[in-house]
């Protein structure tokens, strides 16, 4: 194990997220094994959520499958989640509310969590699976309004009002462009 895996394995297991990662693992039902770089691989995960083909706490590597198939199926899954478990290091417990803040802010400019997610994006995104090899992201999206993530919302929704205090229009104010659409 390299220098910076054992200072990663050390600030993991001291933020206690290896811990807990653990417990995650064994209350799924899964196989905790050694793995490379320090990491502890638990597959067999038995429940369905988090929606992900393996997710990272700590320095737990969990998945429902194996790695040996998730490997198979995206090279360079097993390093992106050794990224994940860096960035833990780094963030300790707060890792968690900031990759929700960064899932959310992702979903709302592209209306997938991974795309835009700075933790993601650092992990890497074709390592993840959540681009193709040109970097075009996959994966499915969410929509409001038929176009991806918060970003469709009507502006109007979102503007002030233009009337003035006394309630009547003035001017053009309001009166939107040619066809009735406000933008």
Known sequence: ????????????????????GLLVAGIGGARV???DHGLYVAEGYRFRFPDA????IG?????????????????GVLGHERQHA????????????????????SLARTGNPAWHNPLE?????????????????VGAVWTFRGRPGLSALSVRALRPSRRP????????AGAGRAGGADA
């Open 1 to 20: 194990m390299r220098r910076s895996d054992r200072l990663r394995h050390a600030a993991n297991w001291l933020n206690l997220t290896t811990p807990v």
């Open 33 to 35: 094994r050694r793995g």
């Open 53 to 56: 083909g393996a997710f990272t």
């Open 59 to 75: 320095d737990v590597v969990v998945t429902a499958s194996t790695i040996q198939r998730l490997e198979a199926r995206t090279p």
């Open 86 to 105: 860096r960035q833990y290091s780094v963030a300790g417990v707060w890792f968690l509310p900031a990759y929700l803040l960064g899932s959310a802010w």
């Open 121 to 137: 994006r650092h992990a890497g995104l074709l390592t993840g699976g959540y681009a193709d090899e040109a970097g075009t992201p």
């Open 165 to 172: 205090a006394g309630g009547a229009r003035s001017g053009s």
